[in-house]
């Protein structure tokens, strides 16, 4: 069964700097892997997203790595703001024969102060 | 264009009801997904709906039941409420399915049983 862990729970850093979200997962053979924010009250709000074959994905400050060997992926925030305060969310994609789906990581809550 | 849309957004029943969540997909987007949010199991995986037809399942009772119409606005059904069931239930949708595109997801309905 697919695990998807992410280090640490909370985070709170100062405007400006530069951070990294961990996200572990158990089963190497997902078909891809996405990065979510999710702000409070709303739903969720995809930022990236990286399929098997790829090593990673960039998108304005965000960059995502991922690294099936080690079973690990990492969303780096560059020059953080405070409207980058929310909970951050990654997703593995598995599949069983035909069926698909993701599973969940439980978050990372981001605080950036100002 | 319009994002994904849940309605009610707020529901409120007693143990033994049955509830009816709505969910319309951004237009075009043929594949629908339901997800159960809580603070102790957070995000998991109900159905995937494309084309009218049920395509993947997650682990949750037949209680949860779901279907989709010819203009892919979906609907989830809870029989039988029990207290276990308060949560924010999430719709998501995608060109094709949660294979290898982002996931647009609507702000959810809270659904909290008394």
């Known amino acids: 069964k697919q695990e998807v862990t992410q280090i640490p729970a909370a985070l709170s850093v100062p405007e400006g700097e530069n951070l990294v979200l961990n996200c572990s997962f158990t089963?190497?053979?997902?078909?891809?892997l996405q990065w979510f924010r999710q702000d409070p009250g709303k739903g969720l709000t995809s930022l990236l997203l990286?399929?098997?074959?790829?090593r990673e994905q960039t998108s304005g400050r965000l960059n995502a790595s991922l690294d099936k060997s080690s079973g690990r992926s990492t969303l780096y925030i560059a020059a953080s703001q405070p409207g980058d305060s929310a909970t951050y969310l990654c997703?593995?994609?598995?599949?069983?024969?035909?069926?698909?789906?993701?599973?969940f990581g439980s978050g990372t809550q981001l605080t950036v102060l100002p | 264009k319009a994002g994904v849309t849940q309605t009610p957004r707020y529901l409120i029943k007693t143990r033994g009801q049955q509830v009816t969540l709505s969910c319309s997909p951004i237009?075009?987007?043929?594949?629908v997904s339901w997800y159960q949010q809580t603070p102790g199991q957070g995000l998991q995986f109900l159905f995937e709906y494309f084309s009218e037809t049920q395509r993947n399942k997650g682990n949750f009772p037949g209680r949860f039941s779901g279907r989709q119409f010819s203009n892919s606005r979906s609907e989830m059904n809870v029989s039988t409420l029990e207290l276990g069931d308060s949560a924010l239930y999430l719709c998501?949708?995608?060109?094709?399915?949660?294979?290898?595109?982002?996931?647009?997801f609507g702000d959810g309905t809270r659904l909290s049983i008394l």
């Open positions: 237009s075009g987007h043929r594949s």
């Open positions: 998501a949708s995608s060109l094709e399915g949660i294979s290898n595109q982002p996931q647009h």
């Open positions: 997703a593995g994609g598995i599949s069983s024969g035909s069926a698909r789906q993701l599973t």
């Open positions: 990286i399929q098997s074959s790829q």
């Open positions: 089963d190497s053979a997902i078909y891809n």
